[in-house]
């Protein structure tokens, strides 16, 4: 299994990079929109890998940024989420979007995402919120993740805890974990 890949860009679409490596063989490797923008020219790059192996055809997925890597190979095991929909929404939402998405269960962010409907960003919210942050190895908003963690160990739902935490407006965790007080009592 392919984790990483390290060469020199020999070509660069919006979506894919050929990379040749020290071997002298060139990898396509796909990549999200935001990884894209941070490459550019013919220059030495190292991206984290993602390997899928179909009966048709073997696939690289390569990023820049541990997160965008652990949301692509969360959301690729959801129930009809496939590699190219994965990749749109990396391409859509950044790692810190995805999370404050899935934290505040913002059905309108995966809208936004190319191919997926109504119906198909409920499910992956549905599907997604049995994992934790932590879980996804995700940085996302620390102050709004251990203000949820110290609600939710003061007895609090996390369903009303992330409701009441969209409409607060609080810069550090403590005074966002005052202000969510004031409205959950």
């Known amino acids: 299994m392919i984790v990483g890949i390290e060469g020199v860009i020999m070509q660069k679409g919006p979506t894919f990079l ?3 490596i020290v071997s002298g063989l060139t990898y396509k490797v796909h990549i999200s929109l935001f990884t894209s923008s941070k490459i550019s020219g013919k220059q ?5 890998a993602t390997q899928i192996i179909r009966e048709d055809h073997h696939s690289l997925y390569g990023f820049l940024d541990m997160d965008e890597k652990n949301i692509f190979d969360t959301v690729i095991k959801l129930n009809g989420i496939g590699p190219s929909t994965a990749l749109a929404i990396c391409s ?5 979007d995805f999370a404050n998405a899935l934290i505040s ?5 995966f809208k936004r995402v190319p191919g997926i409907g109504p ?10 919120s049995d994992f934790s942050l932590d879980s996804l190895n995700l ?4 102050t709004q993740m251990d203000a949820i963690l110290a609600l939710e160990s003061l007895g609090f739902k996390k369903e009303r805890i992330r409701k009441i935490l969209t409409s607060c407006k609080s810069g550090s965790t403590a005074d966002l974990i005052k202000e969510a007080l004031r409205k959950l009592t």
């Open 139 to 142: 940085q996302g908003d620390k």
């Open 44 to 48: 030495s790059v190292s991206l984290f």
């Open 92 to 96: 859509t939402l950044n790692p810190a």
């Open 18 to 20: 050929y990379i040749k």
């Open 105 to 109: 269960q913002d059905i309108e962010s």
């Open 119 to 128: 119906k198909s960003a409920k499910r992956i919210l549905v599907e997604l």
